[in-house]
C-alpha cells in the first residue's frame, strides 16, 4: 500500500487546518474512550461544514458515524477530516472507512495511520480503492498522537502510558511525621486529580496506601469541576470507574477496603497462588504475577494491564516506596506534581523513596511540559526525554 497523499497547502484546500484543528478540538472534549482512542470529525462540502462527530465512549458511534448521521445527503461529494485513520474492521460497531465510502466522501484527510494492527494502513486503502482521495496532514500529527498517548504507545510497544501523580510541600514531602496528609493540597488540585483519574484506564496503588489511608480511589462525578455542558459531553465515558488496581504480594488487602465497597472493578496483582473462588469481594479478582525481590514484577503488571486488559494509561497514586520504585525501573513517562505552599520539615515523609546515586551522572531526567497555577498550588507535568 502507497501512503496517502502529504497535504500541501494551496489556494484550493486553504481552510483544511482550520476544519482538521476543529476535528481535534471535537476529540479533544472526550476524556477517555478506553480502550478506543479519542477522535474527531468534521465532514465539509462546499466550504460549509455539514457534520461533526466525536467519540464519546468505546461500544458508542465512532466520530465518522455521528459526523455522517449529522450530515445526511450533504456527506456525498464532500471532504471528510478525521483525526485517525478510519477503521477498517468490525468490533463493537462497523467499519468508519466502509460507512464513508457508502456515504459518497470524495475526500478523506486524515492526521495520522492508526497503530492498531488491525486498521494501520487498510482503512486507507479500502478509502483509496474505493476511489476516495486520501490526504494526509503531517504537520497535526503530533497533536493528535498527543490526544491519545496511551492508545498509541499500547499498540506500539505493548504497555500502557504511566503518570505518576505525586503531591507535596514545598519542602518535597508528603505526610507529617505522624502520617497525616489530608489535605496539604487546595480542593481545586484535588479536583483536579479527579479529572486525571476520569482520563485514565486504571488507578494503581501498593497495599500499603491501602492499609494506611483506606482510598477509594474511583471517579467522583460531583467533584470533577466540571461544567453542565462538560458534564453531558463526558455522562458516556462517565458511566464506568475506570479499574482499580493493587499491588498486594503477600494478599494483605482487607476485605473491608472502602475500594472493594465502591461501584467498578479491583484488580489485585500478587506473587500468592490465587483462589478467586474466596475473592474479597464480587468485584474484585486476583491475579498471580512474577515476583521481583519482595514485591511484584512491575515490568509484568503494566504488559498484563496493557495486554489482558485494554489498559492505555495508568495513573499511580501510591505511597513513597512504590513510587519511587517504578521510578527507578523508568517505568514513569509522565510525573504530574503539585505543589502546595507549605512547609512540613525535615522529619515529614519524603515524596518517594529512592537510593543509591553516587553522582549525579547517575540522576534520572525528566523535562518540563507544563507548569500551571491551580487554586493556590502549582501543578507541574514533567516527561522523559524523547
Known sequence: MKAPKNWKGDKTNIEWPVYMGR??????????????????????????????GWHAAAGHAHAEIMALEKAGKNAKGGTAFVTLEPCSFTGRTGPCSEA?????????????????KRVSGSGVKGLEEA???????????AKARQLNLGYFKRHENGMPYVRLKLAMSLDGRTALANGESKWITSAESRADVQRLRACSSAILTGVNTVLADD????????????????????????????????????MRTPGTARLLSVDGPVKIFTTKSVDNSKSLASNAESIQIDADGKGVNLNSVLESLASEFACNDVLIEAGPTLSGSFIDKDLVDEL?????????????????????????????QFQVSEVVQIGNDIKAVLTRPK
Open 215 to 250: 482510598p477509594s480511589l474511583n471517579v467522583r462525578t460531583e467533584e470533577l469541576d466540571l461544567s453542565d455542558d462538560q458534564l453531558k459531553e463526558s455522562e458516556p465515558c462517565l458511566k464506568e470507574q475506570p479499574l482499580r488496581v493493587i499491588l498486594d504480594s503477600q
Open 131 to 141: 476511489g476516495i482521495e486520501v490526504f494526509h496532514m503531517q504537520d497535526f500529527e
Open 100 to 116: 464513508l465510502i457508502n456515504a459518497g466522501l470524495a475526500t478523506v484527510v486524515i492526521a495520522g495511520l492508526d497503530s492498531d
Open 336 to 364: 504530574v506534581v503539585y505543589i502546595a505552599p507549605k512547609l512540613l520539615g525535615s522529619d515529614a515523609k519524603p515524596l518517594f523513596e529512592s537510593t543509591g546515586l553516587s553522582s549525579l551522572a547517575e540522576a534520572m
Open 23 to 52: 476535528a481535534l478540538d471535537l476529540a479533544e472534549k472526550v476524556l477517555s474512550a478506553t480502550p478506543n482512542p479519542r477522535v474527531g470529525c468534521v465532514i465539509v462540502n462546499n466550504q460549509e461544514i455539514v457534520g461533526e
